[in-house]
């Protein structure tokens, strides 16, 4: 029920933009975020937005980098990647918190109970 594109093999420095496509329920009504984990690492928080995509929330390490965004009319969200680092190397997942409608900005793992199966990204140096 979401779908995840846009990874791929970029060089440091560059940009990537992900698509996650949302099918199968509304999901405008849900918050949503970007998720990712490196190899060999835990799932990190990456970048949140609440059902209106009026509110934002960035993780610390990609603050300033990372933009997350919404299209809730054609059930997608994005994330806007620049200035990347070979640290930014990870799959990617795009997840929705079912369990309430209309919630606020949700920048904890545990609450997103939906996923995606994820997209790799890779940064090269």
């Known amino acids: 029920q979401l779908a995840e594109s846009g990874g791929g093999l970029v060089q440091a420095g560059g940009s990537l933009r992900l698509s996650c496509a949302a099918s199968?329920?509304?999901?405008?009504?849900?918050?949503m975020g970007w998720l990712r984990q490196a190899p060999g690492k835990e799932h990190e928080f990456v970048a949140a937005?609440?059902?209106?995509?009026?509110?934002?929330y960035v993780g610390d390490s990609v603050k300033g980098r990372f933009t997350i965004s919404r299209e809730n009319a054609k059930n997608m969200v994005y994330l806007q990647m620049n200035s990347l680092k070979p640290g930014d190397t990870a799959v990617y997942y795009c997840?929705?918190?079912?369990?309430?409608?209309?919630?606020?900005?949700?920048?904890?793992?545990?609450?997103?109970?939906?996923w995606g199966q994820g997209t790799q990204v890779t940064v090269s140096s």
């Open positions: 199968g329920r509304t999901f405008s009504s849900y918050a």
């Open positions: 997840a929705a918190v079912t369990s309430r409608s209309f919630g606020p900005i949700v920048p904890m793992i545990s609450e997103y109970d939906l």
């Open positions: 937005i609440d059902w209106s995509g009026k509110n934002t």
